[in-house]
């Protein structure tokens, strides 16, 4: 894909007033820290909330804010050597979508564990959203979601294998038995990745290549981009997408998703699953009720009782910040 100048800051629809900005880029920084400090510094200024994540191997983002703050910060990346050409996926929130700023220092910007994997040096081939249907239908492709297990249950493409990952981390030994045990009659001409920006898939189709692997292709903008731009009637698409705010999913067109999200394990939620017994806001649900015991549950209902105490304050408590 070939990086062009950022694309301007939409206008926000009058019932929408703040505006997602989603990210990344893979650059080598000579000095994380001082890239971290300037971000950190640049949106506060500009009143920007979300999570940016700095490392060697480049920046990958989601924030929140008005539009002028958004335009704050493209004009801060746009004055920088090294995210000039950055490409955000921008979507649409009544209400913020994160509750604190948060710029991070990490090793990887997405954690696969692979240190000799670099994906300025070699990734898949990018396949356009108006292009992907006619690739994941044909016969000879195997179509690989590398998303978490939890992020594929409310949503995926049609066809797709679920590695069934706790964890990005996971995917390189999965691929590698998965693709080992497949029948020699069974091997695809061509493999096809997704997630949910495109991120992942940079490191998981460089891996491949690193592997051997050729005909390896992977969703450009990842799903993000694809249910912005594709019609729900001609959508391969099923389901919603999570994303990592408090949003929790989004649908075609990007717009605010039906579920919820378990805040003592993450778990998206629907309001079915609410109902349920098991249920009990910010300490339990269906899936985390086994998980943890008394003293968690009661530590999880402080911790709400305070988050309530704070709003009622006016004040953001940080327990709530959104983890990426």
Same mark, same amino acid.
């Given at each position: 894909?070939?990086?062009?100048?950022?694309?301007?800051?939409?206008?926000?629809?009058?019932?929408?007033? /703040?505006?997602?900005?989603?990210?990344?880029?893979?650059?080598?920084?000579?000095?994380?820290?001082?890239?971290?400090?300037?971000?950190?510094?640049? !949106?506060?200024?500009?009143?920007?909330?979300?999570?940016?994540?700095? &490392?060697?191997?480049?920046?990958?983002?989601?924030?929140?804010?008005?539009?002028?703050?958004? !335009?704050?910060?493209?004009?801060?990346?746009?004055?920088?050597?090294?995210?000039?050409?950055?490409?955000?996926?921008?979507?649409?929130?009544?209400?913020?979508?994160?509750?604190?700023?948060?710029?991070?220092?990490?090793?990887?910007?997405?954690?696969?564990?692979?240190?000799?994997?670099?994906?300025?040096?070699?990734?898949?081939?990018? /396949?356009?959203?108006?292009?992907?249907?006619?690739?994941?239908? &044909?016969? *000879?492709?195997?179509?690989?979601?590398?998303?978490?297990?939890?992020?594929?249950?409310?949503?995926?493409?049609?066809?797709?294998?679920?590695?069934?990952?706790?964890?990005?981390? =996971?995917?390189?030994?999965?691929?590698?038995?998965?693709?080992?045990?497949?029948?020699?009659?069974?091997?695809?001409?061509?493999?096809?990745?997704?997630?949910?920006?495109?991120?992942?898939?940079?490191?998981?189709?460089?891996y491949l290549r690193s592997r051997g692997y050729e005909n390896v292709f992977h969703l450009e903008g990842g799903i993000l981009k694809y249910l912005e731009t594709m019609p729900a009637e001609d959508s391969a698409w099923r389901g919603e997408c999570?994303?990592?705010?408090?949003?929790?999913?989004?649908?075609?067109?990007?717009?605010?998703?039906?579920? *919820?999200? @378990?805040?003592? @394990?993450?778990?998206?939620?629907?309001?079915? =699953?609410?109902?349920?017994?098991?249920?009990?806001?910010?300490?339990? !649900?269906?899936? @985390?009720? =086994?998980?943890?015991?008394? =003293?968690?549950?009661?530590?999880?209902?402080?911790?709400?009782?305070?988050?309530?105490?704070?709003?009622?304050?006016?004040?953001?408590?940080?327990?709530?910040?959104?983890?990426?």
């Open positions: 894909m070939t990086q062009t100048s950022s694309p301007p800051v939409p206008e926000t629809p009058s019932e929408k007033g /703040v505006i997602v900005a989603a990210f990344y880029k893979f650059i080598h920084l000579s000095d994380p820290v001082a890239v971290q400090h300037d971000l950190q510094k640049a !949106c506060e200024s500009a009143g920007i909330l979300g999570t940016i994540l700095i &490392a060697h191997e480049g920046i990958n983002g989601t924030v929140c804010a008005l539009r002028e703050g958004i !335009c704050a910060l493209m004009a801060h990346f746009a004055d920088s050597p090294y995210f000039f050409d950055i490409q955000p996926k921008y979507s649409f929130a009544k209400e913020p979508a994160f509750y604190r700023m948060k710029v991070r220092l990490k090793r990887e910007v997405v954690t696969m564990g692979q240190p000799d994997i670099d994906p300025k040096n070699s990734v898949g081939t990018y /396949v356009s959203a108006k292009d992907w249907n006619a690739l994941i239908s &044909a016969s *000879d492709t195997l179509v690989i979601d590398t998303r978490n297990r939890y992020e594929v249950a409310i949503g995926t493409f049609e066809n797709a294998v679920d590695p069934e990952t706790a964890s990005f981390r =996971d995917f390189p030994a999965w691929i590698e038995t998965y693709m080992a045990d497949l029948p020699e009659k069974k091997r695809p001409k061509n493999i096809a990745m997704f997630c949910t920006g495109g991120i992942r898939c940079e490191k998981a189709t460089s999570f994303v990592f705010d408090q949003r929790v999913s989004v649908k075609h067109g990007l717009a605010p998703g039906a579920y *919820d999200q @378990c805040h003592a @394990c993450r778990t998206p939620l629907t309001l079915a =699953d609410k109902q349920r017994a098991s249920f009990e806001h910010g300490v339990s !649900c269906l899936h @985390c009720i =086994d998980a943890h015991d008394d =003293d968690d549950r009661a530590r999880f209902r402080e911790r709400q009782k305070q988050i309530r105490l704070s709003k009622e304050r006016g004040q953001t408590h940080i327990g709530k910040a959104a983890r990426r």
